[in-house]
């Protein structure tokens, strides 16, 4: 099986086009055993790319643990940028198919390839009952969480994939690597979440890491960035045009007020292609 390595910001993925390839073994197996950075090829994950009626692709996404997300907004990046390097939909504008519906990108293409890319990431979802989580408030924000011994104040935002937004002081490994896992299986979220800690440095502009539901620590995460941008806003701690700074590159949101819909623009790199003969 021939396979393509991508990252958005850092966030690496394994991208199989199924336009002419085809799986050989269950999604959720594959992406497990291509993810392993010693023993497959390394990555957060797997990502399929494939035809689908009335759209330039479908975009289907599973975690590193194997896990299906309904959204990756990073992974949304390079696809589009594989469809157009790769002249499969040759155009600026794409339509992706995605577990949370049929999205629009803008491609910026120079010298016939593409680098960045601007994705309508369609409005958050602030009910909590859809996002889901049990804490109280549409959506809650700054609702106090008891978690490995601490009590966070959290923002909670869907953006077809669930995400906990922590603002704190310092962005520390503790909190990241110990009371991050603790967030993503807390029972007050049924299907689980990204936990993202967020350091404000002005209204326009955060520090950001996440722990990322079924990858754990990843370099960036674009729903996540968009989630940020959303509970900044909610919280009254930033505006609605915000540059994030992630471990692997920038992201630029807005969470436009006229529309509801949330923007998010950033980096998509092909990195090298191969065979998979596991
Ligand atoms: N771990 C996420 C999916 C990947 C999201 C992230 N890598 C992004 O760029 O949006 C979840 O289970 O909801």
Known sequence: MKFTKMHGAGNDYVYVNLFEETLPTEAPALARAVSDRHKGIGGDGLVLIEPFENADARMRMFNLDGSEAEMCGNA???VAKYLYDHGIAKKDNLQIQTGTGLLHLELFPENGIVERVRVNMGEPIL??????????GDPPVNATLIVGGMELQVTCVSMGNPHCVTFVDELTDDLVLKIGPQIEKHEVFPRKINAEFIQVISPEEFNMRVWERGSGE?????TGASAVAVAGVLTGKMSRKVTGHLLGGNLELEWSEETNEVFMTGPATEVFSGEWNG
């Open 76 to 78: 949304i990046r390079c």
């Open 127 to 136: 009910e909590s009952a859809k996002i889901p989580t049990l804490l109280a």
């Open 218 to 222: 990843t370099m960036a995460c674009g």
